[in-house]
Structures are given as structure tokens and as C-alpha cells.
């Protein structure tokens, strides 16, 4: 069977918990993933060894080699450099996909759950709603109706994403609110705001976080997703899920075009995730 | 068991309403009036004004919604600009196909992650868990257009083992044609089931009753189908639900890469043909399924779960 | 003198953890006679319930069980897993502390009893279910032929514990581990589940092994008591006799932590300190430093578990001591 600890509790309730656990590889190289993506999107020029937007008809889609490691596409540009300038905006879905959900999300669940009655009657009816929907397909539905583009992208995830933000903010305070310390700050005659802003949120902020993480890395894969179908990033503005897309005409000439943006996605969601499981672990231990 | 269905049904009455007033309200987000909106670049004066006339857009919004509401009612869900024919008669056109692709993902998810997440739990933290845990991180960091395009190109493209693209002939031919699709859409799935499912039965594995189980003196065969499988069963049918709006959603992205001819497809050509009455259609009659499974879930983790009998 | 069921000889039961091997029984030396009702009692860890778990080998790789497991002159130790699955359930029998947990939530409990029986006996269909009944009869469920599809949720506290004994019992087992059996429940249902375990032990003739941390308990039901600290049996014999003159310093300990219902006001004195973690004992008697009559010979070695007269063992070196201390007095 596995090698499972025993149910029964043979160490002292008393032992010492180490109170901060060596980080685990996994969320190690989950950092340094995520670094690197970083350092692409914000320094994308000092990375990347060509233009990405020069043509170079003397070297058509060229296989992977010295000169390019992840080869050229139809115009002779350079893919390993298209991709590093793409960074530049999957970073960014990944952070305007999900910052504005988060405050609006976390405002609006304290609230809610601080203060119940209708206002938390309601939320629970629109929570009903948005899991209803398809979350792709509801902002599919929205960014059609306002128009394909990146702007549009970030309004519609943010008019659907904030309600999970809210719903997790919401159970956090809801059980917070009942702790010593917040039925103190009551007693003490400290204000709502200063109960939700210095005592309850502190402390939910937490799980917040960690789902901000997973948010992160589920946004590029949305946008990503988007752009492929042209809904997301229009060309020619270089965007993973575009590259992708731009590519799949040549998966037989030249797969390369294709491979390696979408490996891109793979290795930078799968850096966020690790990170985020990792911050889940150090956070709950710290706690 | 069977007694509570047609209650069930009733409650999700309201949920289907909700899901009307986000779609109706969906298309009163379009830029200026509805009408120009729908009829885009061929709107002249005569068009508008019959359209206005026929959706009743001159109309007060609440009785526009009344109205939007007695159509649905009555299944109609108004003509498709681009094919000038009912939506839900394109829709049902479309939903059989959509319908199978997805269940047959749901099919193949199963059975890949029911036994992979059996062995990572009992193979805990060796080789078969890592090796696993490592795949399965990765499937979930894995945009479907992505694994979809590189089984296209690779198993359909260059190897030949598969078609690429459309529905073939006859029920076979259809079933050769959605493999990949349907593979493609269960990988995300089973990444997610697996992931949550070997939580779970590591969680079983601990449990009191499992070595009750095993104090008894039955096969460790039994103690795995009789016990931990059936608790596992549980978590597995609510996981499915949860999932389902997620399954729903990245069909639509299947169907586009491997040109399968479903409501998804439907949907990504009616937003670039500005076919709004058809992306109205498509994002209500998904958002009914999402509910339906829910729904079936719900029953099913009741009618697995004796503590939920009523 | 009964001829003795079961016999350990040091068993040692090892756990792997995050933090390593860890050794949670360390040589414990025990007998079981047929029929009677041994008492184990020991504070929380001292290795109570893996010494149980570790008769019927339930501890899970890479935890390990060594020593002599000798179940009618038959070492348990080195068979294979295929052999001890036709003694567990069908010769010895295990109950569980939480009744809640430790039955099957999403099986009816005429399933759980069907199952064993389905294991080690030959009966048909219509036999087994009649079997079914009559055992949730014989522990005292009324109405049991309504009650058999009933699943454990449907069960009151006491009842789910009775139907736990039921399981355990479905295949007549000479010998029945039971683990804390009375500790979840209210003191009245205690009671009852106590002496249900009495009646069972005259009418089908099997031993019990009591782990429970009550001495009260101990009191009322059992005919010898083994006293464990750290791991191991500090003390063996008779209720009676251990109860009037404990001859383990921690024995004495126990005894004067507890009230004594004959008695109307006295000090309790509860013993101060906590056990050792386990595998932090070393080579010296394990209760030193909680101990008020330590003294050097005690560094020595840790103390073997020695025949004291009177069919009483004790691991002590100033057993002698004790009978001059107050709890004489």
C-alpha cells in the first residue's frame, strides 16, 4: 500500500514544527521559469538575437540551428525572438487578466461577507449564474459582441472573473469574521472598515494569492487560446496563441513555427503553477 | 431516487431564466441600436425597420425581454443573419455532434484517469507518482489548440493514421473522425481528474474504514473495488461535474482546430460573420447543458452517497 | 493456568514519517490466554494501538513489524500476506476506536458483515444473510432484519459501535483487538458496549484485548491488566493485583492520577512531564525523568520486563520500593 503516515498520532502534539520548510525543487524551478518569462517581457531586446519584425527573404523558414535555434518563419523572421517579444504581451494578459479581477473581487467579497443579508443573497445568485456559463464561452459571447482585441479581452474576463475572486474572499471573511480577534476588534469599537481592512483581509489574503497564481497561469492559456482564434492579439502583433495560429498552415514545412510558440505556453503555465503550488505550501506552513 | 428528478428539474427553472436575462443582456452590449447591429454593413432602411419590427427592438426593454423570454419558451431563438434560417434549427443541426465529441471525451477521460490516478496514490511519491505528476502538471499548462494541432500534424498530417478534419461518412466513419478531436478534449480533462482523483484516494487510502477493510482479511483486490474505488466514485462523478463547464468550453476551441462541424465551430463562425442571434443561441443552449450535467451529477453523487439519500 | 493464546515476544514496529524511521513499539513482550480480557492502558502514544495494528500486520510499507508474533504457537511474523489474510478476520478480529469512520459510509452494514463472511466461511447465499441478521442480533441491534440494509449514518453512536462488533465478529474469531472501543461514546453507552463485550466473551469463548486509556474501564472488565509506557510493557498481571500493589514506578503513577471512586477527598497527583517522543529512549529505563524514585541503577540498561511472583511481571528496579510509597499508605 503507500507509504502513508499512521492515523494514529504517535508524535507529540508538542513537537517543534519547522516553522520554514526548505522550498521544494518543483516550486524552485517554477521560479525560475517564471523569472525568466519575466525578464523576456520586460527586457525582451537584451534577450532576444534579432529583430522580430525583420523580414529576411534570403532565409525562409529555416529549420532550427546555430544561427536559429527555433528556426524562421515565412518571412524569414526569427521564431526564438518572435517568442521572446511575446512574452512581452502573454505577461501582460496574465496581469491585466487577473489584477482587476482580484481588487474588484476582493472588494466585493469582503463586503459580501462581512455584511450578509441581501447583498450576499444576490451574490450567491450571480455565482450560481457565472458557473452556469462556460467561462471560455461567456467571454467568447462577450469579446464578440464588443469586438476582437486585447482590450476587449481584459473586459471580458474581468466582468466574469472577479465573482471568483469574491466568492473565495467571501467564504475567507465569513469564517474570519467569526475568529477572536475580529469579534474583538467589535468590542473595541474599531469601524467596519478598519475590522475588514486591518484584521479580516490580512489574513484571507492568503488563499488570495494562491489563486492569483493558478489564475495567472489559466489566463495565458485562455488568451492564448483567444488569440489562436483570432479573437485575442491581432496580428501582426506577436502573441503565443497568434504565433501558434500564423504557424499552423506550415505544420509540414516548417513545424517549427508551431512547436515552439506552443511549448512557450506549456513551460511558462506550467512555471506558474509550480510556483503557485509551491507559495500554497510555504504559505499554509507559515501559517 | 427517480421521485426527486421532476423537484430537481423545477429548481433549475429559475437558473434557466438567469441564463436568458445574461444572454438577452448580451446583445443590448453591442454599440448603438440592435438593429444596425445585427444587420451590420447590409443594414438599409427597410431592413432595419422590419427587424425592428420583428424583434421588437421599438418596444419598451422590459417587454423586449418578456417578449425574448415567450420566444425562448417556444424554442425560438430567431433567425441566423448569414443563413437566413431559424437558429435552433441550425443549432440542432449541429448539437448531435457536439454532443458525441464530448462524450466520448468524457468516455475517454474516464478511463484514462481513473486507473492512472489508482497508481500515482498507491505508487505515492515513487516513480510512477512522479513520472505522472509530472505529465499531468503539464497537460493542465497545455492550451487544447496546441495539443490538438500537434496530434493533427503529427498522428493526422504526417503519419496518416488519422483524418484531419470533418466528420467522414456513416456512425464509423464519424467515431474514426472524432478520435483525435476527442482525445485532444479528454487529455485537458483527464489532466484535472487525475490530478484531483489521486488526492482523493490517497485521502480513501487513509481512511479508518480502509483498514477495517483490511482487518476483515479480504483480498486487497476487494478492499480497492469494494472501498476505495466506490469512495473514490464519488469524488470522481462531482469532480465531472465541476469540470463539465470547462469541457464545454474548450470544445469549442477543438472543434475549431479540427474543423469538426459542432455548435463550437458554429460559434467562432458566427462571431466573424457577426451572426449574433446564432452566438446568442450557442452560448444559451451551452450554458442549458453546463446546467443539465449539473444536474445529472447532482442526482447521480446522490443515488452513489447513501448520506445524501433523502 | 489457561494455556496462552498469543504470545509477543519483543515486537518492534517501525514507521516511516516525513522525519524518518521512527520506532513506535520497541520490544513489546505480552500474553493472551484463551478467554480472558487482557487490558492495555498506557497514556496517548505509548504504542498501544500499533501494537494492535501490528498483530494483525496492518501496518503499511515501509512501516515494518519484527519480533515474534506467536498466535497458538505459530510465529505471524514471517507469513505472507495471502496466509495472514486467513487469519485476520476469521481467527482474530479487530474493532476500531471511531465507529464513524472506521465502518464504510457508502455501505450498508449488512454489506461490511457479508464481506467477511463471503472471506472465510463456505455459507450459500441465504445463509450468509440469516448469519447477517443473527449476528446483529447477538450484539444487541433491534429490529435487526429491518436494520441490515440500513448504511452507518442511520445508526446511532452505540449502535454503530455494536454493528463494528458484529463485523469483527461475523467469522467467530478466538480473539478480538479491540482498540478504544468505548472512547467515543457517552459514558451510559459505555457502559453497555463494556458489558456486551462480557456477555460475547462468555457465550462464544474468545479473548479480548482491551486498549483503552480509563483504568475505570480496566477495573470493571478486565482480568489482567499490561500496563505500556514508551513503547513497550512496563507491567503485567492480574487487575486486582496491580491495582493493590503496582510494582512500576509508572504503574503507580497512573493509578494516583485518577480518582478513586472509594474514596471521597484525596490528592490527585498527575504525573508530570510528557512520555518521550519515540526512538529518544536509549539504553536506560524510558520513565527517569518523570520518575520521583530514579536513581542510578536505572541508568543502567533499560529495564527487562522480569517475573515478579504471583504469575506478575514488571520492568521496574525498585518494584520493592513502591509497596513502602504512599499509595500503600
Known amino acids: 500500500m503507500s507509504s502513508t503516515v499512521p492515523t494514529l498520532s504517535v508524535a507529540p502534539a508538542t513537537e517543534p514544527r ?8 518543483a516550486f524552485i524551478l517554477g521560479a525560475i521559469i517564471t523569472a525568466g518569462f519575466l525578464l523576456a517581457a520586460i527586457a525582451p531586446g537584451l534577450l532576444a538575437p534579432y529583430d522580430p519584425l525583420a523580414f529576411d527573404y534570403d532565409n525562409l523558414q529555416v529549420g532550427p540551428g546555430a544561427a536559429h535555434w527555433f528556426g524562421t518563419d515565412n518571412f524569414g523572421r526569427d521564431v526564438l525572438s518572435r517568442i521572446i517579444w511575446a512574452s512581452r504581451i502573454d505577461i501582460q494578459i496574465a496581469l491585466f487578466c487577473t489584477i482587476p479581477p482580484l481588487l474588484i473581487g476582493t472588494a466585493v467579497g469582503s463586503l459580501v461577507g462581512y455584511y450578509g443579508g441581501i447583498a450576499d443573497t444576490i451574490f450567491g445568485r450571480i455565482v450560481d449564474l457565472v458557473i452556469t456559463f462556460p467561462f471560455i464561452v461567456l467571454v467568447i459571447a462577450i469579446v464578440a459582441v464588443l469586438g476582437p482585441g486585447l482590450v476587449n479581452v481584459y473586459i471580458a474576463v474581468t466582468s466574469v472573473g472577479w465573482v471568483f475572486y469574491a466568492r473565495l474572499v467571501r467564504s475567507q471573511v465569513m469564517v474570519l469574521r467569526q475568529a477572536d480577534f475580529a469579534a474583538a476588534g467589535q468590542v473595541m469599537g474599531y469601524s467596519a472598515a478598519r475590522i475588514i481592512f486591518r484584521h479580516l483581509l490580512p ?73 503557485g503550488d509551491g507559495v500554497a505550501d510555504l504559505l499554509a506552513v507559515r501559517r | 431516487m427517480l421521485a426527486r428528478i421532476p423537484g430537481r428539474l423545477l429548481q433549475i427553472i429559475p ?13 443590448r452590449l453591442l454599440p448603438g441600436d440592435p438593429a444596425s447591429a445585427l444587420l451590420g454593413n447590409r443594414a438599409t432602411p427597410e431592413s432595419l425597420a422590419r427587424i425592428n419590427a420583428q424583434m421588437g427592438f421599438d418596444k419598451p426593454i422590459w417587454v423586449q425581454f418578456l417578449l425574448f423570454l415567450g420566444r425562448l419558451a417556444h424554442g425560438d431563438l430567431g433567425v441566423s443573419v448569414t443563413e437566413r434560417i431559424p437558429v435552433t434549427r441550425v443549432i440542432l443541426q449541429r448539437l448531435p455532434v457536439t454532443l458525441c465529441l464530448v462524450g466520448f471525451a468524457a468516455v475517454i477521460a474516464l478511463v484514462l484517469a481513473l486507473p492512472l490516478a489508482f497508481v500515482a496514490a498507491l505508487r505515492q511519491n515513487r516513480l510512477p507518482d512522479l513520472a505522472l505528476r509530472g505529465l499531468f502538471q503539464i497537460g493542465l499548462s497545455s492550451p487544447v489548440f496546441y495539443i490538438g494541432l500537434l496530434l493533427l500534424g503529427f498522428l493526422g498530417a504526417r503519419l496518416h493514421w488519422f483524418p484531419v478534419g470533418g466528420l467522414g461518412q456513416g456512425f464509423w466513419g464519424a467515431v474514426y473522425h472524432l478520435i483525435l478531436p476527442a482525445f485532444t478534449l479528454a487529455l485537458s480533462l483527464a489532466a484535472v481528474l487525475m490530478r484531483n482523483l489521486r488526492s482523493a484516494i490517497i485521502g480513501v487510502l487513509r481512511a479508518d474504514y480502509v483498514d477495517f477493510a483490511r482487518a476483515k482479511g479480504i483480498t486487497p483486490w476487494r478492499v480497492l473495488t469494494g472501498h476505495v474505488l466506490r469512495n473514490s466514485l464519488i469524488t470522481t462523478v462531482a469532480l465531472f461535474g465541476l469540470n463539465i463547464g470547462v469541457l464545454l468550453g474548450n470544445s469549442v476551441i477543438t472543434e475549431n482546430v479540427f474543423a469538426v462541424p459542432g455548435i463550437g465551430g458554429l460559434l467562432v463562425d458566427a462571431i466573424f460573420g457577426r451572426d449574433y442571434p446564432v452566438v446568442q443561441g450557442v452560448t444559451l443552449v451551452l450554458a442549458v447543458l453546463v446546467s443539465l450535467v449539473f444536474l445529472a451529477t447532482d442526482l447521480m453523487e446522490s443515488w452513489l452517497d447513501p448520506r445524501l439519500h433523502a | 493456568m489457561r494455556a496462552p493464546l498469543l504470545l509477543l515476544r519483543g515486537l518492534q514496529t517501525t514507521l516511516a514519517t516525513d522525519n524518518g524511521a521512527l520506532t513506535v513499539v520497541d520490544g513489546v513482550d505480552l500474553d493472551v490466554r484463551e478467554g480472558e480480557i487482557l487490558g492495555l492502558v498506557g497514556e496517548s502514544g505509548s504504542g498501544k494501538s500499533m501494537t494492535l495494528r501490528s498483530i494483525l500486520r496492518l501496518i503499511r510499507p515501509p512501516g515494518r513489524v519484527s519480533g515474534e508474533i506467536l498466535w497458538r504457537g505459530r510465529d505471524l511474523v514471517p507469513l505472507r500476506e495471502p496466509e495472514m489474510r486467513a487469519i485476520r478476520g476469521r481467527e482474530i478480529g479487530m474493532i476500531f476506536q471511531e465507529p464513524m469512520t472506521a465502518l464504510n ?23 450468509r444473510r440469516n448469519r447477517t441478521v443473527e449476528l446483529l442480533d447477538l450484539v444487541g441491534i433491534p429490529a435487526a432484519a429491518q436494520r441490515v440494509n440500513d448504511y452507518p449514518h442511520q445508526f446511532s453512536g452505540g449502535m454503530r459501535q455494536r454493528a463494528m462488533i458484529a463485523i469483527a465478529l461475523a467469522s467467530n474469531p478466538s480473539l478480538l483487538l479491540a482498540d478504544e472501543p468505548t472512547t467515543a461514546l457517552d459514558v451510559t453507552i459505555q457502559d453497555q458496549i463494556l458489558k456486551l463485550l462480557l456477555r460475547l466473551r462468555e457465550t462464544l469463548g474468545m479473548a479480548v484485548i482491551l486498549v483503552t486509556h480509563d483504568l475505570g474501564v480496566v477495573a470493571q472488565s478486565c482480568d489482567r491488566v499490561a500496563v505500556m509506557y514508551a513503547g513497550r510493557v512496563a507491567e503485567i498481571g492480574e487487575v486486582s493485583a496491580v491495582f493493590a500493589a503496582p510494582r512500576h514506578a509508572y504503574t503507580l503513577g497512573l493509578l494516583q492520577s485518577v480518582p478513586d471512586a472509594r474514596r471521597i477527598r484525596q490528592a490527585l497527583r498527575p504525573i508530570g512531564g510528557a512520555p518521550p517522543p519515540p526512538g529518544t529512549v536509549g539504553d536506560r529505563c524510558a520513565f527517569i525523568p518523570r520518575c520521583d524514585f530514579a536513581t542510578a541503577a536505572c541508568e543502567v540498561r533499560r529495564p527487562p520486563l522480569i517475573s515478579i511472583g504471583g504469575g506478575r511481571l514488571a520492568a521496574c528496579v525498585h518494584g520493592d520500593r513502591l509497596q513502602q510509597a504512599e499509595w500503600a499508605a
Open chain 2, 15 to 27: 437558473t434557466l431564466i438567469l441564463i436568458g436575462v445574461v444572454v438577452f443582456v448580451l446583445l
Open chain 3, 105 to 127: 459510509p457508502v455501505l450498508s452494514v449488512g454489506r461490511q458483515i457479508l464481506e467477511n463472511l463471503r472471506a472465510h466461511t463456505d455459507l450459500g447465499r441465504t445463509a
Open chain 1, 203 to 275: 489574513n484571507a489574503m492568503t488563499a488570495v494569492i494562491v489563486y492569483w497564481m493558478t489564475d495567472m497561469a489559466l489566463d495565458i492559456l485562455l488568451g492564448s487560446s483567444l488569440g489562436y482564434l483570432g479573437l485575442g492579439a491581432q496580428p501582426p502583433t506577436a502573441e503565443w496563441g497568434v504565433l501558434v495560429s500564423d504557424g499552423k498552415n506550415f505544420m509540414d514545412t516548417a513545424w517549427w513555427m508551431t512547436v515552439f510558440p506552443g511549448a512557450a505556453i506549456v513551460v511558462c503555465g506550467t512555471g506558474l503553477s509550480l510556483l
Open chain 1, 18 to 25: 519547522r516553522v520554514w520548510k526548505r522550498p521544494p525543487s
